[in-house]
């Protein structure tokens, strides 16, 4: 029985590239809560960003099992895994990954318009004013500064109201003090929504902010 809404059980993945096998992850097992904020903390290469992708089925363990709100990725075909990622995952990246030529409020529809919701329009603007954005709902994001494009980029990533939000190294490219608005909104919407979240960050920073923080080291993780 799967409880928590993000599960990893075991998994290992390997990589192997030109011959040589690469182990990213080893063994890792780990649950996050519905509302729980975690920190994965731990030195570039050692595994942050695998664990990240694994556990919102952008790719798959070479061993053991992911389980996402009860649902373990491997098992899933085609069809199944677009709509859990759809409908259950969201994600945010250090460069915000905007679309450079939509508006914010066109980023934030964007989810829905490809998973054909109705009131997407509204559903975004409702979302946009949560990260207190509503006022630059028509600026392309070269026009935001990268706190502002982080916001709507946070904004993109819980429109759709997904159980897990997974975040890889939001925080990387700010300055503290915006790192920490960001932090504190992320921490907002995992207490006010419920939302699972895994945040990878190779500094020690947001650990005030988080419920709780998981060390990771040569692709396993410290317990
Ligand atoms: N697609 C890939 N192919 C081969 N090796 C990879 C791939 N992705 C990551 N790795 C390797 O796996 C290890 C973990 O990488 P990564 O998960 O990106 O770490 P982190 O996010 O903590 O910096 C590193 O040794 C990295 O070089
Ligand atoms: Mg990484």
Not at 124 to 134: S, T, Y
Not at 173 to 201: C, P, Q, W, Y
Request: aromatic share 4%; glycine share 8%; net charge negative.
């Amino acid at each position: 029985m799967y409880m928590a809404l993000l599960e990893a059980r075991h998994a290992t993945k390997l990589y192997s590239t030109e011959g040589e096998p690469v182990t990213a992850l080893q063994d890792v097992s780990l649950n996050v809560e519905a509302g729980e904020f975690i920190a994965l903390v731990g030195r570039s290469g050692c595994g942050k960003s695998t664990l990240l992708n694994l556990c919102g089925a952008m790719d798959f363990p070479t061993s053991g099992e992911i389980a996402i709100d009860g649902q373990i990725t491997s098992g899933l075909n085609d069809a199944e895994l677009t709509r859990m990622r759809r409908e259950k995952v969201g994600f945010i990246f250090q460069s915000f990954q905007l679309m450079n030529t939509l508006s914010a409020i066109e980023n934030v529809e964007l989810p829905l318009m490809l998973a054909r919701a109705p009131n997407a329009r509204a559903a975004a603007a409702e979302r946009l004013r949560w990260v207190e954005m509503e006022e630059y709902a028509g600026r392309l994001p070269h026009q935001l500064s990268g706190g502002q494009q982080q916001r709507v980029a946070i904004a993109r990533a819980l429109v759709h109201s997904p159980r897990v939000l997974l975040a890889d190294e939001p925080t990387g490219n700010l300055d503290t003090a915006t790192g920490d608005l960001v932090l504190h909104l992320l921490r907002k919407s995992a207490h006010e929504f419920g939302v699972a979240i895994l945040m990878a960050t190779h500094s020690g920073e947001s650990t005030t902010v988080t419920d709780r923080v998981v060390k990771m080291r040569d692709g396993r993780v410290d317990c």
